[in-house]
């Protein structure tokens, strides 16, 4: 069986946000779809040990918020990265309640669906919840969604082990010195540097300043481990 095989289906990357009485949490996910039209329905696809997915089953209602392609990498590891049970990820992030109670993520957000759920399938480590649409909107036109290949090819995004499409990396024999995140997977590779964080390319992961950290979660220079 060759996994690769999956890298070719196509997906997004979301912000899926939920409630459980007064609290709030939300989540990196790169599997929503619309699955009918009339009555408008979308699925969502979270993993069991999640938080967001015991406010689904709590509240029984979601919100999608589809990110552009412009999201800086650290927005995109703070939600994907990141324990709503450790932190609180609304903290300093702008957002505004729904029509169901639930947080419309407003910063980097081009468009958003709310919906109640109407079905959930059981699918071991992961549970598809189907939602009938309560509302939807579109927030920036000027933006495109950034597709997961995108996060992937050009943001050089990984998958955390919680994701539905995370597979094992092959080991590769390496020219450079590469050094990988033990948090989040993000490989550090000197010939491409860090350009959001304005580390320019040659740059070597010994020659990072001091107050450097992972451009997805935020993990400081010792949390890396050298490749091979």
């Known amino acids: 069986m060759d996994k690769a095989a999956f890298y070719r289906l196509s997906y997004g990357l979301y912000v899926v946000t939920s409630r459980k009485d007064d609290q709030i949490n939300g989540q990196i996910a790169n599997t929503a779809s619309q699955v009918t039209s009339e009555p408008p329905t979308v699925a ?9 997915h015991e406010y689904i089953e709590a509240s029984r209602k979601f919100t999608v918020s589809i990110i552009g392609k412009s999201t800086p990498m650290q927005f995109i590891g703070h939600f994907g990265f990141k324990c709503g049970r450790d932190i609180d990820k609304f903290a300093n992030i702008r957002f505004k309640l729904g029509e169901t109670g639930v947080p419309i993520v407003l910063d980097h957000t081009i468009a958003y669906i709310e919906a109640e759920v109407v079905n959930q399938l059981d699918c071991g480590t992961h549970t598809i919840f189907v939602g009938r649409v309560r509302d939807c909107g ?12 995108y996060y992937q090819e050009v943001k050089r995004g990984k998958a955390p082990k919680t994701a539905p499409t995370y597979q094992e990396a092959p080991k590769k024999a390496e020219k ?8 989040c997977g993000y490989i550090y590779d000197p010939e491409k540097g860090d350009p959001d964080s304005g580390i320019r390319s040659g740059t070597k992961f010994e020659d990072l300043p001091a107050d450097w950290t992972c451009p997805v979660c935020g993990a400081d220079k010792s949390k890396f481990e050298k490749e091979g």
Not at 44 to 52: E, P
Not at 176 to 183: A, L
């Open 138 to 149: 579109v927030l920036d036109s000027s933006d495109e969604p950034m597709t997961y290949a």
């Open 44 to 52: 969502v696809s979270i993993n069991k040990q999640n938080l967001t």
């Open 176 to 183: 450079v010195d590469k050094y990988t995140c033990s948090v």
